[in-house]
């Protein structure tokens, strides 16, 4: 080896492709989809008339329900629910090593179905009435983190992603199976209501179910970021992560939890939102032109929160009055971008 | 071995490795020094890897104990441990967007902070890593671009970056071409001069191995078979055993494995020495005819390479004169072959006789090809086309290929 000081090519990637560049980007465009959503709907309301209410929150008035208690609460949770599930697949893709990776590859939006299902579809619910405004999103939650328990023990015990994966799936087809006896023996005018739900929306969110996405979620998000140092060493997979000194029983288990909780979490207040989960981690490491995780995760969820914002925004202008299912418009939306990336091969993660 | 004086850098006692409580391998002993190059050979399923991956603590130990710088390797924790030892395995990564100096700095990992962040010291290591591996030239190539070679020599690169006293690679010049197997074997065998970094290797090729290892490992039938210096335990037995070897001989003279022929076109007489012979004793067995050969001094290079081949072969003392009793030896050995090849070695007082045994060839009527340049007075064979004049191996190929015609009455004969 040569004694001398080695020089070292510059690798600094193009202008347009540096984080702070594409951050401030993405940022930016996010901010206006807020706006837009909360001022665009079957009442229009001017910048003005926004900032007006935002400044008088206390007043009493139409306008003032319609954007505090309508407007905004969808705005924030169609950002944030996007958001979350950006990082639960980018995590989830990281740990499969598999680019076709969502958040619902191991059951968890089937887990939650077969307890909605359950609720909406049977009659064992009926008599329950403290709980019937919360009972699909209580039985979305119960479904959601039963499936994740089972995911999680089944893990501890088993090595290799694969194994997981085909436990996932086969998980997946046998609360699918249930959910599907059971439409078959329901009610028609039932079987609408439930399938709307199976394809997510993000309408009717209140304040309380807000805070509870901003604080549990920013808690998983920051431990999130704090681990993007071994996520890092995670991309060569698990024996090259265990010789760098990742503590792989445990990294493997928090990050199965972290990724499962974010999703489920979204499920039980949303339902099952297709796609953003797979799409919009690709979208971000093609942005940003890393897969450095210390970027990839803030900008997956800003990346997730601004797409996420636009498919909302489509769903509920498209064809105003009726609104179109969130699943429908994502879908519309990510399944071009996984099959042009995908035909492309340049990012195999 | 347990004699050592410098101390171990890696201990095995009774160990015995495997997957599920079924051990592939049991009742190993040895220790590494620092500095050392490490081979393990062993036919594919011996329990390579299964050892190599014990050692990095992938898998428990199924009983015994590894000890590392005289501390036990199961306790000790995770970051101390990457500090130590680095590993190149042989799964094919190839994590997307990755600059390769990106990729090396994920070798910094035990020593960054929690956010992974590099200071200019860790800077210099990456850039050193990659000097030592000579793929500063790479730095700033997308490493999913890089061929088999230049992404294993990376791979070594991220392993040094843990700036670790012991290396273990899996088959690290596997899938490789031959430009850079020869490129990344001089590289570990450098990082073990310069940097007495121990590098512990499972490498298919035994003629590498035994130029570039201080110690092999024979590993077979559940256990080592043998540990040390390759100069004493590469014997041709060994490695045949090792290998099950029937139609092959290592030959550690030569330092390569020579293949044997299947022996069943007829048998050649080849009259060589001063090392001509060697490329026309290999180039019968590949081509499928037995061999015999003399006379040649048991310093000659075709000596060597005639008993890896399995060849018949009379021979005299080196530096003496061949004399009467060798030639009239090689001559009855020719009465029974179907032809005679003369290699056209250069003649001189020490194998004045070889000429006489090409003419006693003529004489009793064999068939003579000759790669002779100059001339070989016998107009008496030259009447009936016994003489065969080829000015290269690949006339002489040309001209056995068309032999075995006439060739065939003698067999119908012998039957």
Known sequence: ?349 | MNTATVQPILSARDLSVGYNKTPVLSGLDFDCEAGQFISLLGPNGAGKTTLLRTLSRHLAPLAGAITLHNKSLDTLPAMDLARTMAVVLTDKIVPPLFTVFEFVTLGRYPHTDYLGRLNSEDQKIVTQSLAAVHALDLAGRPFSDLSDGERQKVLVARALAQEPFLLLLDEPTIHLDLKHRVEVMAILRDLCRDKGITVIASLHDVDVAAKVSDQVALIKDGGLLDWGAPEAVLTPEAVSGLYDFSKAEFNRHLGGIELRGEGNRGRAFVVAGMGTGSLVYRMLAKKGFAIATGVVHTNDLDYYVAQSLGADCITTPPLEAINGTSTNLAATLMDSCDFVIDSGFAVSTGNQANMTLLHTALERGKTVFTLRGDVLESPAANSDNRFIRCTTTTQLIAALDAFPKRNAAHQVQEA
């Open chain 1, 1 to 349: 080896m040569t004694t001398s000081e080695p020089v070292v090519p510059s690798i600094r990637p193009p202008a347009w492709r540096r984080p702070p560049v594409v951050f401030s980007g993405l940022g930016l465009l996010t901010l206006i989809l807020l706006v837009i959503n909360v001022a665009v709907g079957s009442i229009p309301y001017s910048l003005a008339e926004i900032w007006h209410v935002l400044l008088n929150p206390r007043e009493d008035s139409i306008t003032n329900t319609i954007i505090w208690n309508i407007r905004i609460p969808r705005a924030i949770a169609a950002a944030f629910g996007g958001a979350y599930l950006a990082a639960s697949g980018l995590l989830l893709q990281i740990y499969f090593r598999n680019p076709i990776v969502g958040p619902f590859i191991l059951g968890i939006s089937s887990g939650a179905s077969l307890m909605v299902s359950i609720v909406m579809l049977t009659t064992v619910t009926v008599g329950w009435t403290l709980f019937t405004p919360f009972m699909s999103t209580l039985a979305a939650f119960v479904g959601a983190y039963g499936v994740m328990l089972i995911v999680l023990a089944i893990a501890s015990r088993i090595q290799g992603g694969v194994t997981l994966l085909i436990v996932g799936l086969m998980m997946g087809y046998l609360c699918g199976a249930v959910t599907a006896i059971l439409t078959a023996l329901a009610e028609k005018d039932k079987i609408k209501g439930f399938v709307l739900w199976q394809l997510g929306s993000f309408s009717g969110f209140k304040w309380d179910e807000i805070w509870i996405l901003l604080i549990f979620g920013g808690c998983i998000l920051t431990l999130l970021y704090l681990q993007s140092k071994p996520l890092n060493a995670f991309l060569l997979g698990e024996e090259y992560a265990a010789s760098m000194g990742v503590n792989i029983r445990h990294f493997r288990l928090l990050i199965l939890l972290c990724a499962c909780a974010l999703a489920g979490m979204i499920t039980s207040m949303a339902g099952p939102v297709a796609f953003i989960g797979m799409a919009v981690p690709h979208m971000a490491r093609l942005s940003f032109g890393t897969s450095d995780n210390r970027i990839l995760i803030p900008g997956a969820c800003l990346m997730g929160a601004l797409v996420t914002s636009l498919c909302d925004l489509i769903a509920r202008t498209a064809l105003a009055p009726v609104e179109l299912p969130l699943s429908a418009i994502t879908a519309f939306f990510g399944a071009p971008i996984v099959i042009a990336l995908l035909l492309k091969r340049r990012v195999k993660l």
